[in-house]
């Protein structure tokens, strides 16, 4: 049984609320993704996700959260909110789904830049719920063996799996600069804001140009499995 919130009534609540107290929160960002995919790239991907996984495990769906944290995308397209801005929103969601019976929250996040507010929610509301209340934040990369990449071949498969339509592949392009620095180094200026572009050189970090909706099919199985797998072993805690 999966319950998207936006389509039942408050009667339908109060009867699936007796078969499943969990609800997954999909949180995205709205951010440029090169030239070739759509601003909603995070935002869609979790979202789907979310919508897949709760067919496999009875959950309630929430909208998507497509404002996220995108700062390091200056001056490109991105809608952002400070930390501070979307945590006070995740937290005031927690709190209102925890008093209609919620009792698992899991926060699905789909993008890199919102990890440093998901990661300190559980103790955000430490006092503020019950303690048998359980909220964890899990990041959908960490559910595929593929790297991470952004705008690049994985991305761009997982779009061209869910939204075909969406994506322009004819513009697709690699990073225009050379990714050679460490890791260590790319990850304490990633974040920063406007850092993105002087990384990329064009707000592309992988290559596109050989993404397919059957790579992204393959990716999708592969995180709704992992992800399914992980509520599952979270509920025995």
Same mark, same amino acid.
Request: proline share 4%; aromatic share 8%; charged share 20%.
């Given at each position: 049984?999966? #319950? $998207?919130?936006?389509?039942?009534?408050? %009667?339908?609540?109060?009867?699936?609320?007796?078969?499943?107290?969990?609800?997954?929160?999909?949180?995205?960002?709205?951010?440029?993704?090169? $030239?070739?995919?759509?601003?909603?790239?995070?935002?869609?991907? +979790?979202?789907?996700?979310?919508?897949?996984? #709760?067919?496999?495990?009875? *959950?309630?769906?929430?909208? &998507?959260? *497509?404002?996220? &944290?995108?700062?390091?995308?200056?001056?490109?397209?991105? %809608?952002?909110?400070?930390?501070? +801005?979307?945590?006070?929103?995740?937290?005031? &969601?927690?709190?209102?789904?925890?008093?209609?019976?919620?009792?698992? @929250? @899991?926060?699905?996040?789909?993008?890199?830049?919102?990890?440093?507010?998901?990661?300190? @929610?559980?103790?955000?509301? =430490?006092?503020?719920?019950?303690?048998?209340?359980?909220?964890?934040?899990?990041? =959908?990369?960490?559910?595929?063996?593929?790297?991470?990449?952004? $705008?690049?071949?994985?991305?761009?498969?997982?779009?061209?799996?869910? #939204?075909?339509?969406?994506?322009?592949?004819?513009?697709?392009?690699?990073?225009?600069?050379? %990714?050679?620095?460490?890791? &260590?180094?790319?990850?304490?200026? +990633?974040?920063?804001?406007?850092?993105?572009?002087?990384?990329?050189?064009?707000?592309?970090?992988?290559?596109?140009?050989? $993404? +397919?909706?059957?790579?992204?099919?393959?990716?999708?199985?592969?995180?709704?499995?992992? %992800?399914?797998?992980?509520?599952?072993?979270?509920?025995?805690?």
């Amino acid at each position: 049984m999966s #319950a $998207a919130i936006y389509k039942i009534s408050d %009667l339908d609540f109060r009867h699936c609320i007796t078969k499943t107290s969990r609800a997954i929160i999909p949180i995205g960002s709205l951010e440029q993704h090169g $030239a070739h995919l759509p601003v909603s790239t995070d935002s869609l991907i +979790t979202e789907y996700i979310a919508k897949v996984v #709760a067919q496999k495990i009875p *959950s309630f769906i929430l909208p &998507v959260i *497509s404002y996220g &944290v995108s700062y390091e995308h200056k001056p490109r397209f991105n %809608l952002s909110l400070r930390n501070c +801005t979307l945590s006070n929103m995740i937290n005031d &969601v927690c709190i209102s789904l925890v008093e209609n019976g919620v009792k698992e @929250i @899991i926060l699905l996040n789909g993008h890199h830049g919102n990890m440093g507010v998901l990661q300190y @929610i559980g103790q955000n509301l =430490y006092e503020k719920v019950p303690s048998d209340i359980k909220i964890y934040t899990i990041n =959908y990369w960490h559910l595929m063996q593929s790297e991470f990449d952004h $705008a690049g071949n994985v991305e761009t498969s997982l779009v061209l799996a869910i #939204a075909p339509d969406l994506v322009k592949m004819e513009r697709a392009k690699p990073n225009s600069k050379k %990714l050679s620095k460490s890791k &260590v180094t790319y990850s304490s200026i +990633t974040n920063n804001p406007g850092y993105f572009l002087k990384i990329t050189g064009n707000g592309v970090w992988g290559d596109p140009r050989n $993404a +397919t909706s059957q790579k992204g099919r393959k990716l999708l199985d592969e995180i709704v499995k992992n %992800l399914s797998k992980a509520i599952l072993e979270l509920e025995k805690y």
